[in-house]
């Protein structure tokens, strides 16, 4: 039988109120919580339809190796990620981007409800939304070794964080994966997204959205203002350009490569959003990212991606009342892992024992590993 969730709350729901006396002041109600989401199964690695894996017990991913890996369900923090004194530092620019100033993405759009299965097309939910002013930090990561004047390849981040709290972890793997030239001396570009998650708030929008808007608002509104506010030039080579991001930012990644590998060669993502998650409707891809491994890449010709991905046996599976089937983040992950290896792209795959959704246990073991992965083949 297959593990599926209730259907969620649609908001907060209130409390009883008290029975009190008519001459009683009547007592505040405090709205009761939402229930807890129920912890996703564990998908056993060989499961019917998973992928054949190479159990690797700790060993690093070979770097010279396409294909399909199984890791954990223990994990230690690889030693790129902690600082080395002797090692140079790279320095942290940021700046504010508002929606006003955005010509793409104003006014953002948020809801307040979730939403409900449009009973005409159950592949979509209706969904009311208002339209909001948001601020977007922009984090950009500059490595001790740029030279000035230079034309850098760099790796757009997703889910940026806010302003004041740079991703001092990221910046720790790049200062020693640099320094020990492993991989190029390359920026990193954290944006933020316009706020909330999923099917009618503006990260859902950006992220879960089929087509190179995302991509364009990054080349044409994003990039120029990290050259202008961190003094850098980047380059226009697009072996030179990486996507980076999870959940429904590692489809943003994708996405941006997909639509415009004239941009991006280079994709990694953690738990990616490969499922029905797109809104609005689009009948062109009516399916949203599951379109990515049902029709779009093995029904087009092998593009020039290199395509590193991880997902958790305990990752996502059916988060909200859509029931048609392509809500398993496992499976959905599986599937592309199966589509890129017959088309004979560049990719790596890790399944990570003992890990749910953001991989919050094994990051600090695979991320260096997966940049250096990525990077392979660009001069250093």
Not at 54 to 74: I, K, Q, S
Not at 339 to 366: D, E, R, T
Request: with cysteine.
């Amino acid at each position: 039988m297959k593990w599926s969730l209730p259907l969620p709350l649609l908001g907060l729901c209130a409390g009883l109120a008290m029975q009190t006396p008519a001459f009683a002041a009547e007592a505040p109600t405090a709205p009761a919580k939402p229930a807890a989401r129920p912890t996703p199964p564990t998908r056993p690695f060989d499961a019917p339809g998973s992928p054949e894996f190479t159990r690797l017990d700790g060993a690093r991913v070979p770097l010279d190796t396409n294909g399909n890996f199984l890791v954990g369900p223990d994990y230690a923090a690889a030693p790129e990620t902690k600082v080395d004194a002797k090692v140079p530092k790279g320095k942290w620019t940021q700046f504010n981007l508002a929606s006003k100033d955005c010509k793409r993405f104003n006014p953002g759009i948020a809801r307040d409800a979730f939403g409900t299965v449009d009973p005409a097309n159950p592949k979509t939910l209706i969904v009311a939304t208002r339209p909001i002013d948001y601020q977007r930090c922009i984090s950009v990561y500059v490595p001790a070794q740029y030279v000035p004047g230079s034309a850098a390849p760099f790796i757009v981040c997703h889910d940026g964080p806010g302003m004041g709290n740079p991703d001092t972890r990221l910046s720790t793997i790049l200062d020693n994966l640099i320094s020990q030239k492993r991989i190029p001396a390359s920026l990193a570009i954290l944006v933020a997204h316009g706020g909330g998650d999923a099917q009618g708030h503006e990260r859902g929008k950006e992220y879960d959205t089929l087509s190179g808007l995302y991509a364009e608002f990054i080349e044409e509104e994003v990039l120029p203002l990290v050259e202008k506010n961190a003094a850098v030039k980047l380059t226009k080579d697009p072996e030179g350009r990486a996507s980076m991001g999870c959940s429904s930012g590692g489809a943003a990644a994708l996405t941006m490569a997909w639509s415009h590998p004239e941009l991006y060669h280079r994709v990694l993502t953690t738990s990616g959003t490969f499922v029905n998650q797109q809104w609005p409707f689009n009948p062109e891809t009516p399916d949203g990212a599951w379109n990515y491994h049902d029709k779009l890449i093995p029904g087009s010709e092998r593009k020039p991606l290199r395509i590193w991905m991880a997902v958790g046996d305990r990752d996502l599976l059916n988060p909200n009342v859509m029931r048609d089937g392509k809500h398993d983040w496992v499976e959905a992950n599986h599937r592309m892992a199966a589509v890129l290896k017959a088309k004979g792209y560049p990719y790596q795959y890790l399944y990570c024992q003992n890990s749910g959704h953001g991989l919050g246990n094994a990051n600090a073991q695979i991320l260096p590993q997966a940049l250096e992965w990525l990077w392979q083949g660009y001069p250093r």
